[in-house]
Antibody, heavy 118, light 110 residues
Framework: QVQLQESGPGLVKPSETLSLTCTVS????????WSWIRQPPGKGLEWIGY???????NYNPSLKSRVTISVDTSKTQFSLKLSSVTAADTAVYYC????????????WGLGTLVTVSS | QSALTQPASVSGSPGQSITISCTGT?????????VSWYQQHPGKAPKLMIY???KRPSGVSNRFSGSKSGNTASLTISGLQAEDEANYYC??????????FGGGTKLTVL
């Protein structure tokens, strides 16, 4: 059974960089897309971007200037970096596997709340 | 890239059928048969219910079905059950390898 687990700081200061890692277990990273999705408290889902197992990426145009997603298949991990954060970036961040295309998310992590505050 | 439009809430009684709409544009929903639907219970991660418009993943009840007409995709739940009460989100391909979610719909089982 594939499992995904997010990890990283739960509190980030404004203007700093948010960094999260997703560890994949129970399956290979090959041939899949690996995405980050976030959900502000009480609000809807927002797709942040994905990385293919080969390392190719694509991002939400509204976040593109601040986002970097990378993959390390040897560690079965992929990572998110979001720079220059503000309170608007406070959200539960989910990592997810994309199957049959990057936008079909069949496995999700439990999510991790990241709060941006000084 | 704007969020897809979903009704904020829908409701139905046990055993009834309900439909949740997801309206986009000719640049996303209308141009591709790549809409997926997710169920999210409070405090939980979303769960894939429908993909590529009308396909059900293994293990998802056949009470859930998806369709599309023009720029609007729909999720229909038949034989409504108490456990179906949750938030539902649509997601569509929006071109240029990007994806967009709907704002979400809260389903209440009366």
């Amino acid at each position: 059974q594939v499992q995904l687990q997010e990890s990283g700081p739960g509190l980030v200061k404004p203007s700093e960089t948010l960094s999260l890692t997703c560890t994949v277990s129970g399956g290979s990273m090959s041939s899949y897309y690996w995405s980050w999705i976030r959900q502000p408290p009480g609000k809807g889902l927002e797709w942040i971007g994905y990385v293919y197992y080969t390392g190719s990426t694509n991002y939400n145009p509204s976040l593109k200037s601040r986002v970097t997603i990378s993959v390390d298949t040897s560690k079965t991990q992929f990572s998110l970096k979001l720079s220059s954060v503000t309170a608007a970036d406070t959200a539960v961040y989910y990592c997810a596997r994309g199957v049959s295309g990057p936008g079909v998310f069949d496995y999700w992590g439990l999510g991790t709340l990241v709060t941006v505050s000084s | 890239q704007s969020a897809l439009t979903q009704p904020a809430s829908v409701s139905g009684s046990p055993g009834q059928s309900i439909t949740i709409s997801c309206t986009g544009t000719s640049s996303d929903v209308g141009s591709y048969n790549l809409v997926s639907w997710y169920q999210q219970h409070p405090g939980k991660a979303p769960k894939l219910m429908i993909y590529e418009g009308s396909k059900r993943p293994s293990g998802v009840s056949n009470r859930f079905s998806g369709s599309k007409s023009g720029n609007t995709a729909s999720l229909t739940i038949s034989g409504l059950q108490a456990e179906d009460e949750a938030n539902y989100y649509c997601c569509s391909y929006a071109g240029s390898s990007t994806w967009v979610f709907g704002g979400g719909t809260k389903l209440t089982v009366l």
